[in-house]
């Protein structure tokens, strides 16, 4: 493994990138998402289970109120903010761990950001909202531009590539150049090749193959856990009954490479990664 070393600048905080592979545990706030929607609607209990995924090794805390589950429905401003911004205040007031926001809207970004999130985490790699990139730009926070054909609505309607890591690739370095042209610090920036949001099992697979290529421009993140494709391999239909499979990818990702891991598995990813870094970087 060849992973290179960043410094990931998320507003007055800087976490280090490449030494170690980083764990982004996963906290839906949403009756709807595909594993644990409806698991975390009550701020107290998803703030618990934040606090619970920091103890178990968790870098960043993702936090989403919309969602991006193929076929969702979107939600509006307001409810996403009233969904997501008690559980950021809270967490803040518990915790210093970094905190993502897991959205497409330029307001609550902001509201985020204002209650005290570090990272913004776009799917949408900016195009969603032509507002978030000045918000990205004015706040200096961590930024995390997603690659996705479509809509969530529209996403897995027969995604086509002639090449699939070249094609996610050259999107990624458009947008990264687009959010450097807008404001935002290169330094603040990491892509993540969006497995499951426009593309078939063999496309998936062929990212994942390529993570040594998709990390060449910026840190890479991986957000494989529990989605379909395990599924399509395994015969795993339940969600939760796809953990085996999570940590299978997880592995794979970080001995080639990868910085990041979204993850709902937070303490069995963590020891995968230990054990993987061991291995391939030769550090306990």
């Not at 103890?55 to 997501?84: C, F, Y």
């Not at 205040?89 to 905190?99: G, P, Y």
């Not at 947008?175 to 078939?200: L, N, Q, S």
Request: glycine share 10%; proline share 4%; hydrophobic share 40%.
């Amino acid at each position: 493994m060849n992973r290179r070393i960043y410094n990931w600048k998320c507003g007055k905080h800087t976490l280090q990138l490449g030494e170690k592979t980083r764990v982004m545990g996963i906290l839906n706030v949403t009756p709807d998402s595909f594993s644990d929607g409806g698991d975390f609607v009550d701020p107290d209990d998803a703030v618990k289970r934040a606090l619970q995924m920091v103890e178990e090794g968790a870098d960043i805390i993702d936090i989403g109120g919309e969602s991006t589950r193929p076929g969702a429905a979107p939600v509006s401003v307001e409810e996403e903010i009233k969904r997501t911004v008690p559980v950021i205040k809270k967490l803040r007031a518990q915790s210093d761990v970094l905190i993502s926001i897991d959205t497409m809207k330029s307001e609550t970004a902001l509201r985020a950001l204002e209650a005290g999130a570090n990272i913004i985490n776009d799917v949408s790699g900016f195009e969603a909202d032509p507002k978030m990139l000045d918000v990205a730009a004015e706040s200096g926070a961590g930024v995390i531009l997603m690659h996705m054909k479509g809509t969530p609505q529209t996403m897995q309607d027969n995604p086509t590539y002639e090449d699939a890591v070249g094609e996610v690739l050259h999107y990624l370095e458009e947008r990264i150049a687009f959010a450097v042209r807008g404001g935002v610090r290169r330094e603040c920036i990491v892509v993540d090749p969006g497995i499951g949001f426009g593309k078939t099992l063999e496309h998936n697979l062929q990212l994942l193959r390529g993570i040594p290529d998709l990390g060449k421009s910026a840190p890479v993140l991986i957000g494989a856990s529990r989605k379909s494709m395990i599924d399509k391999l395994l015969d795993r239909e339940d969600p939760n009954q796809r953990g085996a499979g999570s940590l299978g990818i997880a592995g794979w990702s970080a001995a080639l490479g990868a910085h990041i891991l979204r993850v709902h598995d937070v303490i069995d990813t963590c020891d995968v990664c230990r054990i993987v870094d061991t291995l391939c970087i030769g550090e306990l």
